[in-house]
């Protein structure tokens, strides 16, 4: 499966921004999705996770509050509305699959499936 990651830019602390996660080509159905962000030097951070059925939701403490993640199966897409982001929310922004069907998980190692990154920069 290839997944796009799309919609990162440049927003003021603040405001919103939406990141989309387009699946294609491979088994996408009833596996979950996870959203996790990186900085250079730092370790891949998990940031919110959703299963296939939208029924379950796992967010970071971080970003509880102002992250929503959302699923659009019709269409293989997967959200993040950043709403009130801060300028330590800047980072590359990952989607990716979870490497066995009907699991959401906070861990890196949990997803097999992953795509190239969107950044986010949010300046102050």
């Known amino acids: 499966v290839q997944l796009q990651a799309s919609g990162g830019g440049l927003v003021q602390a603040g405001d919103s921004l939406r990141l989309s996660c387009a699946a294609s080509?491979?088994?996408?159905?009833?596996?979950?999705t996870g959203w996790l962000r990186q900085v250079p030097g730092k370790e891949r951070e998990f940031v919110a996770a959703?299963?296939?059925?939208?029924?379950?939701?796992y967010y970071a403490d971080a970003v509880k509050g102002r992250f929503t993640i959302s699923r659009d199966n019709a269409k293989n897409t997967v959200y993040l509305q950043m709403n009130s982001p801060k300028p330590e929310d800047t980072a590359v922004y990952f989607c990716?699959?979870?490497?066995?069907?009907?699991?959401?998980?906070?861990?890196?190692?949990?997803?097999?499936?992953w795509g190239q990154g969107t950044l986010v920069t949010v300046s102050s």
């Open positions: 959703i299963n296939w059925f939208s029924s379950s939701t």
């Open positions: 080509g491979g088994a996408f159905s009833f596996y979950g």
């Open positions: 990716a699959r979870t490497r066995n069907p009907r699991t959401i998980s906070s861990s890196a190692d949990d997803y097999n499936y």
